[in-house]
């Protein structure tokens, strides 16, 4: 579909990235058109938000595809494509500059032929597809001093709050038994143990945010206030407290890692926070409060 798409003379490929380094963004759009690169454009801004940043980058290959003469159909190529969205947020948003310039040039796009479209497609950084692969390098691999004074965004200042609250959050977790003896403490794909983010909705959110239902039978494996035996064993002394499989006591433990009613998921490794969540979605019944 790749191919097919970039060998096309009337579809424009853009292809996007951004990061940010010591307070600096770096916004890189790369524009292709018939398996040949048409133009590359580079911006760096200091005190913006990496969400600015990427949109920023998308309005100017969306600028540059539409500058070529003939092109039908736009293919926009993000990591980011919650991101991308933001554009046809029609609700307030702090990146209303941007999604506004983007739909005026699809709105001349689009009243000029019916047929005329654009597409948004999300390849992860990770995959290291080609032609996101070159974006993405070209956008960490930049060493920018800023040479004039910039404006603070107001999304940057929220961002900075939200920092300096996550920092006191982290501080006061590891510091106290804050977030309680029963906290599950769950590893990424790295093996290093989850942090409070407020990147991308962050970690915990981004694996399981997308579902009401499993969001709230994360929750509640992970703060261990569950439906379960050994929470109801905290305050209902005469209640059964048995496994419906006769162990003793209805552990989160047992249930994650040995109770024969959940066994829809193979992988014994539910340390991290991929295999948990794919420990959830193989066993609708965990942790819900029709698990009996």
Not at 214 to 239: D, K, V
Request: proline share 4%.
């Amino acid at each position: 579909m790749v191919i097919q798409h970039s060998s096309n003379p009337h579809t424009a490929l853009v292809i996007t990235d951004a990061s940010i380094k010591n307070d600096i963004a770096m916004s890189v759009a790369y524009i292709h058109v018939a398996n040949q690169p048409l133009v590359k454009t580079v911006h760096h801004v200091s005190f913006v938000t990496t969400t600015e940043a990427e949109l920023f980058a998308i309005r100017c290959g969306i600028y540059q595809a539409l500058s070529h003469k003939n092109i039908s159909k736009i293919v926009v190529v993000t990591d980011s494509i919650h991101m991308a969205n933001k554009i046809f947020d029609c609700g307030p948003h702090p990146y209303q500059i941007h999604a506004a310039a983007i739909l005026s040039e699809l709105q001349s796009f689009f009243s000029s032929n019916k047929s005329n479209n654009i597409e948004f497609w999300e390849c992860p950084s990770k995959l290291r597809w080609k032609f996101h692969h070159d974006a993405d390098k070209d956008s960490k691999s930049f060493s920018v001093i800023p040479s004039y004074l910039t404006k603070t965004s107001w999304d940057y200042c929220k961002k900075v709050d939200c920092d300096k609250s996550a920092k006191l959050w982290k501080m006061t977790f590891q510091a106290s038994d804050g977030k309680g003896k029963h906290f599950l403490d769950l590893l990424d794909n790295d093996s290093n143990e989850i942090e409070p983010s407020s990147a991308k909705g962050g970690p915990w959110l981004q694996a399981f945010g997308h579902s009401n239902l499993l969001c709230a039978r994360a929750a509640r494996a992970i703060t261990n206030h569950a439906p379960i035996g050994e929470y109801r064993l905290q305050f209902f002394l005469n209640m059964d407290f048995a496994c419906p499989c006769n162990y003793p006591i209805e552990l989160r433990r047992y249930i994650l890692h040995e109770c024969g009613r959940f066994n829809g998921y193979w992988n014994p490794r539910r340390n991290t926070l991929n295999h948990f969540t794919m420990f959830l979605n193989a066993n609708p019944n965990a942790f819900a409060f029709n698990d009996n």
